[in-house]
């Protein structure tokens, strides 16, 4: 079992950064591929980044590409999302996910976060 909490959202501008934190508990964390995710109210949950257990490998959304990066410290259990020159577009609850691989698709993914609420105004 995999536990993930989320921290780091809040209300930012439009062209204004900030960094996402997921924290997992579980001595498993490192063999798990980790991904972001988002839902916009209304929107079906998308894919965001994903990277693998050793963080040697990454993927990103066409969305977000060059502008979000993701990355892991498997001593610290922590996945980041560092998102850079955020667009009203980005507004979303932001989920963290432990699967088997850093795939795109939701159901791919064993075990997810609670989330966190990230918005951006114009």
């Known amino acids: 079992q995999v536990q993930l909490v989320e921290s780091g959202g809040g209300l930012v501008q439009a062209g204004a950064s900030l960094r996402l934190s997921c924290a997992a508990s579980g001595r498993t964390f490192s063999r798990y591929a980790m991904g972001w995710f988002r839902q916009a109210p209304g929107k079906e949950r998308e894919f965001v980044a994903g990277?693998?257990?050793?963080?040697?490998?990454?993927n990103y959304a066409d969305s977000v590409n060059g502008r979000f990066t993701i990355s892991r410290d498997n001593a610290k259990n922590t996945v980041y999302l560092q998102m850079y020159s955020l667009k009203p577009g980005d507004t979303a609850v932001y989920y963290c996910a432990a699967g088997r691989t850093r795939s795109v698709y939701v159901s791919e993914y064993e075990f997810w976060g609670q989330g966190t609420q990230v918005t951006v105004s114009s």
């Open positions: 990277i693998s257990w050793s963080g040697g490998s990454t």
